[in-house]
């Protein structure tokens, strides 16, 4: 059991530690035609939502999502929604996402690397100012909420 806990701990680490994938620069048109572009020097964290049209769960989580965005906003916290379904317009897109405030967009419109695209929905990617990952919650983890937001974002924030 001793040996566990070490085996954990790296594990941990390799998720969230300095050989985790950088999502910056991250580049995207939103379904308006407006084009979203993050780079490392902006050090923006970065909340990245993926969903689908058709995933419940996933526009189940939007509104909390959109609070967010609100509330950490002028904290140089980026929230945006990346839509997984193949074909989908951005109008139908749009309209699934109808009263958010964060940029939503189109995988097929984004610089997204393959490899980060989940395979199961919803997933959240948080991204510290570093454009290191720090945090995956979802289908394969730890349920996403506004608690669990509001604990992990304000360290992020505070970093320079």
């Known amino acids: 059991m001793r040996r566990t806990a070490p085996l954990l701990a790296l594990a941990w680490l390799a998720l969230v530690g300095a050989a985790s994938p950088q999502v910056l620069p991250l580049t995207a048109t939103t379904v308006t ?17 993926f969903w ?11 509104p909390m999502l959109n609070a967010i965005s609100r509330k ?4 140089n916290v980026l929230v945006i929604g990346i839509a997984l379904d193949a074909g989908a317009n951005r109008q ?9 405030g964060f940029p939503l967009a189109r995988l097929s419109e ?3 690397r393959r490899r ?9 990617l948080v991204y510290g100012r570093d454009g290191r990952l720090r945090y995956r ?24």
């Open 92 to 100: 139908k897109i749009a309209a699934a996402g109808a009263g958010v």
């Open 33 to 49: 035609g407006q084009t979203i572009r993050v780079n490392q020097d902006q050090r923006a964290v970065v909340v990245v939502h």
């Open 72 to 75: 950490y906003g002028k904290e």
């Open 137 to 160: 919650f979802g289908a394969g983890g730890t349920t996403l909420n506004a608690a669990t937001l509001d604990r992990v974002l304000p360290p992020l924030v505070a970093e320079r």
């Open 110 to 112: 984004t610089n997204v």
């Open 116 to 124: 980060d695209v989940p395979a199961a929905l919803p997933e959240t």
């Open 52 to 62: 689908a049209t058709w995933c419940l769960p996933c526009r189940v989580e939007m």
